[in-house]
Nanobody, 124 residues
Framework: QVHLVESGGGSVQAGGSLRLSCAASGYDYSTTSVGWLRQAPGKEREVVASISENGDTTDYADSAKGRFYISRDNAKRTTYLQMNNLKPEDTGMYYC?????????????????WGQGTQVTVSS
């Protein structure tokens, strides 16, 4: 059974940073890409960052480019999202998700499993 557990969320002021972590178990972690999804209040869930199965390639939503950095450690079965220069519009629930493909993709339909999420709140 696929199990994804996020951690690292919290409340920060605009301009601050947070690092999210996602521990994966129950599937062949090193063969699929992983994404970080965000659901802001009143908005649809979106993929903000994705990393390929071996970590060689990444993809980001325009809103995340230059501020968010995704990485993974296959030996630890853990994926990270470093978020810098946070803005109030980054507020939302952040989910780690396992895709059905090996390449990095910000296409939401590629993601089948996700965790319970971790809340990020950015105040102005």
């Amino acid at each position: 059974q696929v199990h994804l557990v996020e951690s690292g969320g919290g409340s920060v002021q605009a301009g601050g940073s947070l690092r999210l972590s996602c521990a994966a178990s129950g599937y062949d972690y090193s063969t699929t890409s992983v994404g970080w999804l965000r659901q802001a209040p009143g908005k649809e869930r979106e993929v903000v960052a994705s990393i390929s199965e071996n970590g060689d390639t990444t993809d980001y939503a325009d809103s995340a480019k230059g501020r968010f950095y995704i990485s993974r450690d296959n030996a630890k079965r853990t994926t990270y999202l470093q978020m810098n220069n946070l803005k109030p519009e980054d507020t939302g629930m952040y989910y780690c998700a396992a895709s059905q493909v090996s390449w990095a993709t910000i296409l939401l339909s590629r993601y089948k499993y996700w965790g319970q999420g971790t809340q990020v709140t950015v105040s102005s």
